[in-house]
């Protein structure tokens, strides 16, 4: 159980351009999922934390306006890079919390996203 | 603000036992986890503490003092697929929201044959 997954697991796209990541706990409810971006050998940096029919929380120096988050019901979460450019070529991984958990959170496979 | 240390690179011989330490200073805790990830790959949890003491298991054993704001990941028995990035993570009560994972940077350990 407790399975989150994410769709796409990789993506190429043209600098400018849009791209829309989701982010699925498939067999439980997810009150809270949250964004993370991790560059390479670098650690997990926080983006956001998004609960279910709210909006999300972004973290200091995340652009709320570039990188758009719904959390549309307990099961998905979808984060929108807007005019993507090559500096947000990374891999961006989300995680989600059941509230029935005390404390651990649930990390999808990840999504590699390269702006050419 | 909040800091977590851990040391970026170690390496150590299969069979053998290698401990990742961890340091931290944060503005709230409830709890503190190890994670394994290996390139390319989301983490996988490792073990969780919250009171101090040693959590075991198997060949993974996770130490804590609040205190002392100090953790360490045993792993014993090293095995040639447990190289890998091990990542340090605290909860705690930051702004915006009670379950926030606040990461280190992360130890590259390679196990040599």
């Known amino acids: 159980g407790a399975v989150v997954s994410q769709h796409p697991s990789w993506v190429i796209c043209k600098s400018g351009t849009s791209v829309k990541i989701e982010c699925r706990s498939l067999d439980f409810q997810a009150t809270t999922m949250f964004w993370y971006r991790q560059f390479p050998k670098q650690s997990l940096m926080l983006m956001a934390t998004s609960n279910e029919g709210s909006k999300a929380t972004y973290e200091q120096g995340v652009e709320k306006d570039k990188f758009l988050i719904n959390h549309a019901s307990l099961t998905l979460s979808t984060l929108t890079v807007t005019s993507a450019h090559p500096e947000d070529s990374s891999f961006y991984i989300c995680?989600?919390?059941?509230?029935?958990?005390?404390?651990?959170?649930?990390f999808g496979p990840g999504t590699r996203l390269t702006v050419t | 603000g909040q800091n977590i240390d851990q040391p970026t690179e170690m390496t150590a011989t299969e069979g053998a036992i290698v401990q990742i330490n961890c340091t931290y200073q944060?503005?709230?805790?409830?709890?503190l986890f190890w994670y394994q990830q290996h390139a390319g790959e989301a983490p996988t949890f490792l073990s969780y503490?919250?009171?101090?003491g040693l959590e075991e298991k198997g060949r993974f054993s996770s130490f804590l003092s609040r205190s002392k704001g100090y953790s360490y990941l045993l792993l014993k028995e090293l095995q040639m697929k447990d190289s890998a990035s091990y990542l340090c993570?605290?909860?705690?009560?930051?702004?915006?929201?009670?379950?926030?994972?606040?990461f280190g940077a992360g130890t590259r350990l390679a196990v040599h044959p």
């Open positions: 993570a605290v909860r705690g009560g930051f702004s915006g929201g009670y379950n926030k994972l606040i």
């Open positions: 503490n919250v009171l101090d």
């Open positions: 944060t503005s709230g805790f409830n709890g």
């Open positions: 995680s989600a919390n059941w509230a029935g958990e005390t404390y651990e959170q649930y």
